[in-house]
């Protein structure tokens, strides 16, 4: 009996070990196109430089799981707490948001040798038996942290690179052209009591929980998302224009941003065009539109004569249409589940703080890491923001 419960204790730890490494060296793996000068812009207070993305998720194993379980453990560099803390109130004092592209150093080798660093302890970490089970849970948040940055990475970088006038691609890879849409219909469902929130044994993040019943009335979702032609006809009848189909707030969005269109869109010699990471390209009409902000979504919908989902009416209805190509908007506010409750300490600190002022978005996008998608995962976003990979599904 011994022998086999060691065997099992070998092969868990194996099993977290190629996590954390597969995990970890894909971030790595999204920065291996990009100039050393890339890594430290940051052009707006919502994207941080791709530097900084690698350092705080070095140091979120280092603060959370090394110091205070590794006996004898030192850290890399002391000041690192305050330089890549994100918003957690209960470790310390932190360098604030708006000047992460002031941090000329610590300089890109060094972070990368930080990550180096922290990799190898973690490596002897997982290897001395060190993991108990009540750390187990912990490890697994602090890797698809990891892949939530990694998404938050593809996002930055494209911001960076699309707002540099020479639109410089990301990398290049050939993009097949699909030659007709699919044809899009709307899926009934009648009303009832169904149920919503996470149910399982796997990961999910403590937002997901508390699985309840939800009563919604009759309604219809659309089998497939807008696309860039039926969006680019709300433009072209001068939906930007027309503050009838607008929040007020949303209006007022327009009017201050002198809005026309999503973002990275740009029309050029008389013809659409739009920044992708394989740079600036002819606007795929038959491709789900991208970089909607919510006033944006509300505003198509409108026009339409339709509305944005409700999360629970998108959560229901997921099984029967295809997603994960892009963050869909719902019409629900980013609220508590029903007996939702904060974890004591810096964890808690993770989701419930944001709980407040913000709408919730269902699915995932292309820039979800593989395994990291679920159709209770309940993204949320400020409704002005369109830099995340965000698109429209309508009902009615």
């Known amino acids: 009996m011994k022998k086999d419960a060691l065997l099992v204790e070998t092969t868990l730890h194996k099993n977290w070990k190629q996590k954390y490494s597969e995990i970890r060296n894909h971030s790595v793996e999204i920065c291996r196109p990009l100039e050393i000068e890339d890594y430290v812009v940051q052009p707006i207070v919502d994207v941080s430089p ?21 006996p004898d453990y030192e850290v890399f560099d002391p000041q690192y707490n305050f330089v890549f803390n994100s918003y957690y109130e209960t470790i310390g004092a932190r360098v604030i948001r708006t000047d992460r592209g002031n941090l000329s150093r610590p300089s890109v080798s060094e972070v990368f040798k930080y990550r180096e660093y922290v ?20 490890l697994e948040l602090g890797l698809n942290h990891e892949q939530q940055h990694q998404e938050l990475l593809l996002t930055d970088i494209k911001y960076i690179l699309g707002h540099n006038p020479l639109f410089p691609a990301y990398k290049k890879e050939k993009i097949s052209k699909k030659e007709n849409a699919e044809s899009s219909e709307m899926i009934h469902f009648p009303e009832g009591i169904y149920e919503i929130g996470f149910n399982g044994e796997s990961f999910c993040f403590d937002n997901e929980l508390g699985r309840h019943k939800v009563y919604l009335n009759d309604f219809k979702i659309c089998s497939h998302l807008v696309t860039n032609k039926e969006y680019l006809e709300f433009i072209e009848a001068g ?69 944005l989902p409700t999360e629970a009416e998108w959560e229901v209805a997921s099984a029967h249409f295809n997603w994960g190509k892009r963050w869909e908007w719902t019409n629900s506010a980013y609220l508590p589940y029903p007996g939702f409750t904060k ?27 593989p395994g990291h998608s679920r159709n209770t995962y309940r993204n949320f976003f400020q409704t002005h923001l369109q830099w995340q990979f965000t698109g429209i599904r309508l009902a009615q």
């Open 119 to 138: 990799d190898q302890k973690m490596d002897e970490f997982l290897q001395g038996g060190y993991l108990t089970e009540s750390l187990e849970s912990l």
């Open 239 to 307: 939906g930007y224009e027309d503050f009838r189909h607008w929040h007020a707030e949303g209006w007022d969005w327009v009017k201050q941003n002198n809005a026309k269109s999503p973002l990275y869109w740009h029309f050029i010699d008389e013809q659409w065009m739009h920044y992708t990471l394989n740079g600036l390209q002819e606007i795929a009409l038959d491709e789900p539109v991208c970089h909607i902000n919510f006033f944006e979504a509300s505003a198509f919908a409108s026009w339409k004569g339709k509305r």
């Open 343 to 369: 974890e004591a300490g810096a964890v808690g600190e993770y989701n419930g703080k944001f709980m407040v002022n913000q709408m919730v978005l269902r699915g995932a996008s292309v820039a979800t890491p």
């Open 50 to 70: 791709p530097k900084w993305h690698l350092g705080h998720t070095t140091w979120f194993f280092e603060t959370f799981i090394l110091q205070p379980n590794f």
